[in-house]
Nanobody, 122 residues
């Protein structure tokens, strides 16, 4: 069993900052990709940022220069530091992790967090 627990969402004024965390626990033997997605009301879930096992990062254009994704491999945790927040960043944010949850047989599976609401409003 694997659990992903997200934290850090909330209400913030435009221009403010938030830091999201997502910790994986349980049968976690190795982690490859860690990502953050977001879904605004009435819209599809979109990829925001990703980080590989080697630390390579990618961002969607709308958050480049404002958001930073990072990971702590010792804690099986991924973070999303969000600065200069805008109203259009308002959404439910979901973490995604591709991890090995079984050694024999070796098995890699995708896991999702429960989502955390981020609201940017004055």
């Amino acid at each position: 069993q694997v659990q992903l627990v997200e934290s850090g969402g909330g209400l913030v004024q435009p221009g403010g900052s938030l830091r999201l965390s997502c910790a994986a626990s349980g049968s976690v033997f190795s982690i490859r990709s860690m990502r953050w997605y977001r879904q605004a009301p009435g819209k599809q879930r979109d990829l925001v940022a990703s980080i590989s096992s080697g630390g390579s990062t990618n961002y969607t254009d709308s958050v480049k220069g404002r958001f930073t994704i990072s990971r702590d491999n010792a804690k099986n945790t991924v973070y999303l530091q969000m600065n200069s927040l805008k109203p259009e960043d308002t959404a439910v944010y979901y973490c995604y992790v591709l991890l090995m949850d079984s050694v024999w047989p070796q098995r890699w599976n995708e896991h999702w967090g429960q989502g955390t609401q981020v609201t940017v409003s004055s």
